[in-house]
C-alpha cells in the first residue's frame, strides 16, 4: 500500500527559508516520479514541482523557479521541498503526490496523494 506523509510547514515571515519532506511508504512503479502541489484558500490546486527519483524530468512552476529546489533521497525514501525567500503569495497547503512519470504530474494526474501540511507566510 502506497502511503506519502509530509511534514515541515509552519508559519514562517516574508524571506524566510522553509523545508518540506514527504516520506513514501511502498513505492511501486507508480511512484517513479514524484511532485509538489499548492493549493491556496479559494483557488485551485496548482503545479510546484516533479521529477524522478534519480532527478531525471526535474520541472519547476513559473512561480517558484530560482526559489524553491525539489531533491530526493532514493535510499531513504524521501523528497524534498527547499523553499527560499518565501513570499505571502507562497501561503498554502502543501501536498506531495507520486505518479508513474513527471509528465503525468506536470498535468495533476497523480495516482497518489498526501493530506498537506499548512505553510504559512505572513509578517
Known amino acids: 500500500q502506497v502511503q506519502l506523509v509530509e511534514s515541515g510547514g509552519g508559519s514562517v515571515q516574508p524571506g524566510d527559508t522553509l523545508r518540506l519532506s514527504c516520506k513514501v511508504a511502498g513505492r511501486t512503479f507508480s511512484t517513479a516520479a514524484m511532485g509538489w502541489f499548492r493549493q491556496a484558500p479559494g483557488k485551485t490546486r496548482e503545479f510546484v514541482a516533479a521529477?524522478?527519483?534519480?532527478?531525471?524530468?526535474?520541472v519547476y512552476s513559473d512561480s517558484v523557479r530560482g526559489r524553491f529546489t525539489f531533491n530526493a533521497d532514493n535510499a531513504g525514501n524521501t523528497v524534498y521541498l527547499l523553499m527560499d525567500y518565501l513570499k505571502p503569495d507562497d501561503t498554502a497547503i502543501y501536498y506531495c503526490?507520486?505518479?508513474?512519470?513527471?509528465?503525468?504530474?506536470?498535468?495533476?494526474?497523480?495516482?497518489?496523494w498526501g493530506r498537506g501540511t499548512q505553510v504559512t507566510v505572513s509578517s
Open positions: 503526490a507520486a505518479a508513474a512519470n513527471p509528465g503525468l504530474l506536470r498535468s495533476l494526474s497523480a495516482s497518489f
Open positions: 521529477s524522478t527519483w534519480s532527478g531525471d524530468g526535474l
